[in-house]
């Protein structure tokens, strides 16, 4: 059985930098894609970072290159999303999302999953930039 649960939202000024975690329970980092998404009210969830075949592979949306990292530790059942220099407009509802056995989704979307391809979820765990 697959389960989520993401923590490490805060509030935090711009410029200085969150860790938000997913611990998972049921995926294999080597053949199942993990990523994280954020959302604010009345907008479609987003796309930030998704991480897949033990980490070899990862991807971010434009507004996140060079600010944030996604990673895994497969010890800990852990995916990370590293966020620095964070910025007012990434305020949102961060959730993290699973999808078992990505490889074909994975590439048809040259790792860009849309949130329809992910089919388990966190919670969400919430960050706020202030300026």
């Known amino acids: 059985q697959v389960h989520l649960v993401d923590s490490g939202g805060a509030s935090v000024q711009a410029g200085g930098s969150l860790t938000l975690s997913c611990v998972t329970s049921?995926?294999?980092?080597?053949?199942?894609?993990v990523g994280w998404f954020r959302q604010t009210p009345g907008k479609e969830r987003e796309g930030v970072a998704h991480i897949y075949s033990g980490g070899r592979n990862r991807i971010y949306a434009d507004s996140a290159k060079g600010r944030f990292t996604i990673t895994q530790d497969e010890a800990d059942n852990t995916v990370y999303l590293r966020m620095n220099t964070l910025k007012p407009e990434d305020s949102a509802m961060y959730y993290c999302?699973?999808?078992?056995?990505?490889?074909?989704?994975?590439?048809?979307?040259?790792?860009?999953?849309?949130?329809?391809?992910?089919?388990?979820w966190g919670q969400g765990t919430q960050v706020t930039v202030s300026s």
């Open positions: 999302a699973a999808r078992l056995d990505c490889h074909g989704s994975w590439y048809q979307y040259r790792g860009r999953l849309p949130s329809k391809e992910y089919h388990y």
């Open positions: 049921g995926v294999s980092y080597n053949g199942d894609c």
